[in-house]
Each structure stands twice: as structure tokens, then as C-alpha cells.
């Protein structure tokens, strides 16, 4: 099992262009989590999907965040217009729970640290 | 405010001895918690968990501790190694409106030293 892939590993960017980062959860895992970690927040929930329906987003921080999840293998966060202050490690993870279920173990991706400039 | 607290964020051991990491939380509904480990450009991973039906849960070297009247949890590591040395975190799970999602205090640094 190759775990939870993210990329790009590292993102250099310059505030007002788009970023892009993206997920494949484990297979067959139900449940994907984007997180945000800084020094002075942690790691923060910014959204989580169940079945690639998007359950709960209050954790994104503005309307400059988006999230999609096509399908059961893939998602996407996109930051548009980025703003330095969204310089951070962003973490995906995905969890093998359902709807319901108490399986509450996350599977954590490498992380994408992103710069914004 | 901050719902799970981990108030030291770093602590420096020496080799075979052991490290207690410490951590509190303020919701009393939160029945189920984890403990994470993260070494750097690495995302974390899950080490440790324990249901509020207990008050110890153990594997190897790892020992979790719940007082669940102090809202206080603590992980213990016996013998201390240099490779325990990582960022630990405590995460609660919320069983609330977000159907069980975790939330993270911001991590304790362990320093193993040879």
C-alpha cells in the first residue's frame, strides 16, 4: 500500500497566483481530510469529505479556499488568490470509517509545504 | 479557544529513561482519543489510542493514561530511544456536528538524547 500521495511536496509561489495541491487518498479509505498546520494554530481542519461528498468546510478559512473530491481516488484544495499568510504545511489523510463507524484512525499524507511569496 | 491542550511545547529526555507528555481537554463529551507522531517532512502517525471506558491502554513501549475527572491524558515512553525523538500530538475525537472528526492540540517536541 503506497499511502496517502500528495503533491507537489514543496510549492513556491507569489501572492495573487492560484495554487493547486492535490490528494490520493488509500484505497477504499470512506473518509478524506484536508488539515492546515502552522507554528501558531496547529494543525487545523480545513474540510472533510465522506463518500466524496463534502461533509463539513467551516475549517476553511475564507473563499479563497476550495475543495473538490471528483472521485473516490482523487481531491483537490485550491487556494485562488493566494495571500502570503497562507504559507503552511498542508496535510491530507484519508480514514477507512464510513458514515457512522468508530474507526477514527487518519492516515496521514507527507504533507505539502507550501510558500507563498 | 482551544479545545485540546498540549502546554509543553517541547521536552528533552535523556536515553533510556522516560518521557511524559502531557495533555488536557476542555469538552466532556470527547470520548475517544488518539495520540499522533510526526517526524519532520513527514506527515503524523498514528501511534496510540484510548476509549474513555478505560483509563490505561498499552503497547510496548507506549502507555496512554486517561483521568477522565482532570480532563488530562498523558503518554508514556519507556525506555525513551533516540528515534522516539518527534513532534507528538494529542488529538480528541468530536462526535459532535462533524460526525467524529479529531481535533489536534499543537504538539509536544521530544528530544531524545543518547
Redesign the interface.
Same mark, same amino acid.
Given at each position: 500500500d503506497a499511502g496517502v500521495i500528495q503533491s507537489p511536496r514543496h510549492e513556491v509561489t507569489e501572492m495573487g497566483q492560484e495554487v493547486t495541491l492535490r490528494c490520493k487518498p488509500i484505497s477504499g479509505h470512506n473518509s478524506l481530510f484536508w488539515y492546515r498546520q502552522t507554528m501558531m494554530r496547529g494543525l487545523e481542519l480545513l474540510i472533510y469529505f465522506n463518500n466524496n461528498v463534502p461533509i463539513d468546510d467551516s475549517g476553511m478559512p475564507e473563499d479563497r479556499f476550495s475543495a473538490k473530491m471528483p472521485n473516490a481516488s482523487f481531491s483537490t484544495l485550491k487556494i485562488q488568490p493566494s495571500e502570503p499568510r497562507d504559507s503552511a504545511v498542508y496535510f491530507c489523510a484519508s480514514s477507512p470509517r464510513g458514515a457512522g463507524s468508530h474507526q477514527e484512525t487518519q492516515y496521514f499524507g507527507p504533507g505539502t509545504r507550501l510558500l507563498v511569496l | 479557544d482551544q479545545q485540546v491542550k498540549q502546554n509543553s511545547p517541547s521536552l528533552s529526555v535523556q536515553e533510556g529513561r522516560i518521557s511524559i507528555l502531557n495533555c488536557d481537554y476542555t469538552n466532556s463529551m470527547f470520548d475517544?482519543f488518539?495520540w499522533?507522531k510526526k517526524y519532520p517532512?513527514? !506527515?503524523?502517525? #498514528?501511534l496510540i +489510542?484510548i476509549s474513555s471506558i478505560k483509563d490505561k491502554n498499552e503497547d510496548g513501549r507506549f502507555t496512554v493514561f486517561l483521568n477522565k475527572s482532570a480532563k488530562h491524558l498523558s503518554l508514556h515512553i519507556v525506555p525513551s530511544q533516540p528515534g522516539d525523538s518527534a513532534v507528538y500530538?494529542c488529538a480528541a475525537?468530536d462526535y459532535g !456536528? +462533524?460526525? %467524529?472528526?479529531?481535533? #489536534? %492540540?499543537? !504538539?509536544t517536541k521530544l528530544s531524545v538524547k543518547p
Open positions: - | 475517544y488518539l499522533y517532512a513527514e !506527515g503524523p502517525t #498514528f +489510542s500530538f475525537v !456536528g +462533524s460526525q %467524529g472528526n479529531l481535533i #489536534f %492540540g499543537k !504538539g
